[in-house]
């Protein structure tokens, strides 16, 4: 079975699905299954830079750079449209990533004409939450060419339940769960802390909808109670957002608890996870949250919100708190009820939780589903 992805930039800042898409390429080469990935709309420079992120690249790898970064890829040109055609012509199936794509139109274009199936990887782009942001020009998009789009794919591609029950009660398709894997498991020593120290840490891309100005104003209400709690808020994303944060926190009387920390990545972020206690993500929406993944490899317990998807994991291992509201007063309760459970036992349900998602286990899901459909 021969697979192409084809994806946009893979910066980091774009979020998830950069990761995603090498964790698969890598995966399916490691199960000796031929990937081809094509990547369209990235700058040298920061494409570069990506490479030396992930540490990993090989001739089995198509650039079709541009001027800016663009989270919607690339208008190809004739020669890139050519040289796409040629390797979807050599495909089994074709995997695109996410949805509203310049490269996604010509690539479902080619497979109509060249008869080859594909399937899609909308990375939350297709959830209920989603589909409200630029309402009207999405609408606009879909009714020109995505809904065929949608359509013509042999499957939609899931992290979650709650992305495939939200899809399929917008769309007649195939959706399958797939998932979503963390690729690197660390060790962890049995040492557990007894009682924690409240340090609370929040790492990922700072957006409005991943609502830190709520976890601001709760944890200023947790620590006049637990004055030796600390609060770090790791990440990049929107500046402006990110100055109106710092100088929120400069307000609260918890402000010499509060830390900013720009975007890290190696062993600085494992630093951090291993010097926290509790990772804590009270998000609007969240396809999967890789970064709570990855802070319960660590044995992170974690209180989120149950617009989290991964909030399905914790509810399974009993590895956090996952609150059913963003009310400052219901964080502030997870908050209490996170430092106040049997921290030992969470620390153990974490790195459960995390083994569970490993994409050593998560590929064969992707490969059984990738090979029922070439083989159909």
Not at 120 to 129: A, D, E, F, N, R
Not at 184 to 192: A, G, K, S, V
């Amino acid at each position: 079975m021969k697979v192409i992805q084809i994806s946009s930039s893979l910066r980091a800042e774009m979020g998830g699905p950069p990761n995603v898409v090498m964790a698969v390429r890598k995966h399916l080469n490691h199960l000796g299954i031929d990937d081809h990935l094509v990547v369209c709309g990235q700058t040298r420079s920061s494409f570069a830079e990506s490479v030396r992120e992930l540490e990993f690249m090989d001739p089995n790898m198509n650039v079709y750079f541009s001027k800016r970064d663009s989270i919607y890829g690339k208008m190809l040109n004739f020669f890139e449209m050519k040289d796409l055609l040629k390797y979807i012509y050599g495909a089994d199936i074709v995997i695109l990533h996410q949805i509203y794509n310049f490269q996604n139109i010509f690539a479902a274009i080619f497979c109509r004409i060249l008869n080859k199936k594909y399937v899609l990887m909308p990375h939350g782009s297709l959830t209920q939450y989603q589909s409200e942001i630029h309402k009207k020009r999405k609408f606009l998009a879909h009714l020109l060419i995505f809904n065929q789009i949608i359509k013509r794919s042999q499957s939609i591609f899931v992290a979650t339940d709650v992305e495939k029950e939200q899809i399929l009660s917008r769309y007649a398709t195939r959706v399958d769960k797939v998932g979503i894997g963390l690729s690197h498991i660390p060790e962890i020593p049995n040492i557990y802390v007894e009682k924690p120290r409240n340090r609370f840490l929040f790492l990922g891309r700072i957006a409005q909808k991943k609502r830190i100005d709520l976890t601001l104003k709760a944890f200023e209400i947790f620590a006049l109670r637990n004055p030796s709690a600390t609060l770090t808020i790791v990440g990049d994303g929107d500046q402006q957002l990110l100055e109106e944060l710092i100088m929120s926190a400069r307000c609260l009387q918890s402000t010499r608890q509060i830390e900013f920390i720009p975007w890290v990545s190696g062993e600085e972020k494992e630093s951090l996870f291993r010097t926290h206690d509790f990772f804590i993500l009270n998000s609007e929406d969240e396809n999967f949250a890789i970064a709570v993944a990855e802070a319960q490899s660590f044995g992170l317990p974690v209180l989120i919100s149950k617009f989290v998807a991964f909030s399905e994991v914790v509810d399974e291992f009993s590895s956090g708190v996952v609150v059913n509201g963003l009310e400052i007063q219901t964080l502030v309760k997870g908050m209490e009820k996170i430092s106040n459970l049997n921290y030992a036992q969470l620390v153990q349900h974490s790195l459960l939780a995390a083994k569970s998602v490993s994409w050593d286990l998560v590929i064969r899901n992707w490969v059984h589903v990738l090979s029922e459909i070439a083989s159909e």
